[in-house]
Every structure is written in structure tokens, then in C-alpha cells.
């Protein structure tokens, strides 16, 4: 939780199926900037809420999801996904940040920092040994973030994506 001088401004949670009705427009906003960037087909209600219930159904093996709301208001304004997985090249767990998105009003403000780094304790308490992501060539705006962050920017891999 990120804190002013005299109170917190926000906070972050792990979703659970109360949060649900507030973190679907937060998914539609980040799967419709993919659309737009990228051409991403938008998904459906059904298939986000697929998603969340899974990870909500079993955060041990599948994962979890982050809000962030205003503390005061409660108001939604951002989430992140992260999935655990295996590393034969790092010997063990590691966690996947699939998902970082903050509402564009509140862009700026260091929101996304204190949400990575949530990301990273959270792994930790998993047991994950690294925590990894990874944005678009053209997203220059979370780049920004991420190279602030003191996370090492691959040169070395590409990423590739065979639709099943």
C-alpha cells in the first residue's frame, strides 16, 4: 500500500469475486488500448470472468489478480495478473506479470511502480525466484516504467505466439 504523509492514497488487493463487477471494466479498458495498438480481438464478459474465477478458484497453482483502488473512495483504478510457472533455466517457480493496467487519469503518479513492486512481494510469498513480464515494442509509456523498475530488459529472446 503506497502511502502520502498522512494516509494512504491507495490500495492493493487480491481479487476475489466481490471485486469482480469492478475489475471487468478495468479488463475491458486494458483488452480494448491492446486492440487498439495491437489489434487484439476483444474478448468476452464470459471469457474474462473465466479467467478471473480461475485464478480465484486456485491462487496456489494458477495465479492471482491485484485491484488497486483509491483508499478513500474505494474507486477502481487499476489491476495486474500474474501467473505462476516453471524455469528449467532458473531451477524453479517464477511468476508472470501478464497484466499491468492503471486508468489513464491516473497515469503519472506512480501508481504502476507500487503495483510492480506488490507484483514482486507477491511472487516472493509464492516462492517464485524471478518475476517476469513484457509490453509492446510501441508501448513506450510502460517502458518508461519498467526500465525505472531495476528490471533487466531482455536482448537476448524474443517472444513468439502460436494461436491454438
Known amino acids: ?37 495491437e489489434q487484439i480481438p476483444i474478448i468476452s464478459d464470459d471469457a474474462l470472468m473465466g479467467v478471473s474465477r480461475a485464478l480465484i478458484a486456485n491462487p496456489t497453482h494458477e495465479g492471482i489478480q491485484l485491484i488497486v483502488r483509491n483508499f478513500k473512495e474505494r474507486t477502481p483504478i487499476g489491476f495486474a495478473t500474474i501467473y505462476w510457472c516453471w524455469s528449467t533455466l532458473i531451477g524453479g517457480r517464477c511468476a508472470i506479470m501478464n497484466d499491468l493496467f492503471i486508468c489513464e487519469q491516473y497515469r503519472g503518479q506512480g501508481i504502476a511502480d507500487i503495483v510492480i513492486t506488490e507484483c514482486a512481494r507477491q511472487a516472493r510469498e509464492h516462492g517464485a525466484l524471478s518475476l517476469a513480464w513484457e509490453t509492446s515494442i510501441d508501448n513506450k509509456r ?23
Open 142 to 164: 510502460a517502458q518508461t516504467v519498467y526500465n525505472r523498475s531495476g528490471a533487466s530488459k531482455s536482448h537476448r529472446w524474443l517472444h513468439y505466439s502460436l494461436s491454438l
Open 1 to 37: 500500500m503506497a502511502t502520502s504523509e498522512t494516509e494512504p492514497r491507495w490500495s492493493i488487493e487480491i481479487v476475489n469475486e466481490n471485486d469482480l463487477v469492478d475489475l471487468l471494466p478495468l479488463m475491458h479498458a486494458y483488452c480494448e488500448f491492446y486492440h487498439q495498438t
